[in-house]
């Protein structure tokens, strides 16, 4: 039997960053506009909305340019390709914290390709969490 236990480290985004390219699990803090009615002037006030705080799969990069061609440094960025940038920076949602991805099941490594994929996932699919 595999274990499927995994220990979380979170790092605290003000004082290191991830390597360029690393995939991570980064919490982001922000204001969720509550109302959606609410008129362009008001809209444009950072105080309103909900407050959030939520974890979410990103990359971390040196340098990203974005679809509209703005170039952004040290930014962590989603499937989506939105940008947030580590917190403390001038960013609408900023990252507070952010954890390297736990292993693929029953493996130590990110990522099997090939031939290998096959095996490695029924080899997981046999595994138990610790109790």
């Known amino acids: 039997m595999t274990a499927l236990n995994t ?6 985004a003000r004082e290191r960053l991830p ?14 506009p509550a109302d959606r009615a609410l008129d362009s002037e008001s809209a ?18 040196t340098l990203h340019w974005s679809e509209d061609g703005a170039e952004h440094r040290d ?3 989603d499937s989506d390709g939105v940008v947030r940038l580590p917190y403390g920076l001038s960013s609408a949602e900023t990252v507070t914290h952010w954890a ?11 990522a099997v390709l090939g031939e290998d994929a096959r095996p490695a996932l029924q080899n997981a699919w046999g595994a138990r969490p610790l109790t």
């Open 7 to 12: 220990v979380v480290t979170w790092v605290d």
């Open 19 to 32: 390597r360029s390219g690393t995939p991570v699990a980064a919490a982001i803090t922000g204001r969720y």
């Open 44 to 61: 444009a006030d950072p105080a309103l909305g909900e407050e959030f705080w939520l974890v979410r799969p990103m990359t971390f990069t």
């Open 75 to 77: 930014c962590f960025v």
């Open 100 to 110: 390297e991805l736990p292993t693929l099941p029953g493996g130590t490594t990110h």
